[in-house]
């Protein structure tokens, strides 16, 4: 079983729509990631969030907003998206500072179809 | 700049046969390497990874992995394969030389299947 946990599973949205991935971790990691994977691609980065602020953007364009409310908790905020967007959105969790590794937990993806 | 290659996108195996799945990485630093498994419409998952020490890893499931800084290699083996491993496997490196927050960069892939 999976310690990130992320919802929805699956999401169908228009393209004026707003809507929200969430992710929960429970490990007492500090940092946190929302990635995106294409069909078979590897994931690629978007957001780092460390010690709750928002610390890596990979120039990722203003229609996806992230948001870190606690230490358990990432949001990636989502409006006017385009088909293109349409991804598995990946959440990951790692520890911070000397302990970190580079060993990241990731949750089991948010499907995103952008009608 | 860290790099990783994966040699072969697919990879087909007979059941029973060796996996063998090939990881050349480029850091300027010593690495810590991962390889992660990707099931269909699922998460990434640690199989093993090399931090420091024992340059033979074990992971998961049966696999295991060399770490050879001569080569720059960190090649994916499991002596047997089974039907349940096909998937998607990635091998990452980590920059560690960034900071406190670490950027793990992923290979393309290898779709590993198994064959009756």
């Known amino acids: 079983d999976t310690e990130v946990t992320q919802t929805p599973k699956h999401l169908v949205m228009g393209m004026t729509n707003k809507k929200s991935l969430k992710c929960e971790q429970h490990m007492g990691h500090r940092a946190m990631y929302w990635y995106k994977q294409k069909a078979k691609k590897p994931p690629e980065l978007m957001f780092v969030y460390s010690y709750e602020k928002l610390s890596i953007n990979e120039s990722v364009p203003s229609r996806f907003s992230p948001e870190c409310p606690n230490s358990s908790l990432l949001n990636l905020h989502l409006h006017a998206l385009q088909p293109e967007d349409s991804a598995l959105y990946l959440c990951?969790?790692?520890?911070?500072?000397?302990?970190?590794?580079?060993?990241?937990?990731f949750g089991e993806g948010s499907r995103l179809t952008v009608l | 700049a860290q790099s990783v290659t994966q040699l072969g996108s697919h990879v087909s195996v007979s059941e029973g046969a060796l996996v063998l799945l090939r990881c050349n990485y480029s850091s300027s630093v010593p690495p810590y390497l991962f390889w992660y498994v990707q099931y269909p419409n699922q998460g990434l998952q640690l199989l093993l990874k090399?931090?420091?020490?024992?340059?033979l890893v074990k992971g998961i499931n049966g696999f295991e992995a060399e770490f050879k800084k001569s080569e720059t290699s960190f090649h994916l083996t499991k002596p047997s394969a089974h039907m349940s491993d096909a998937a998607e496997y990635f091998c990452?490196?980590?920059?560690?030389?960034?900071?406190?927050?670490?950027?793990?960069?992923f290979g393309k892939g290898t779709l590993l299947t198994v064959n009756p």
């Open positions: 990951a969790s790692s520890q911070e500072g000397t302990t970190n590794t580079g060993e990241l937990f």
């Open positions: 990452a490196v980590s920059d560690r030389s960034g900071g406190s927050n670490y950027k793990l960069t």
């Open positions: 090399y931090t420091t020490g024992a340059t």
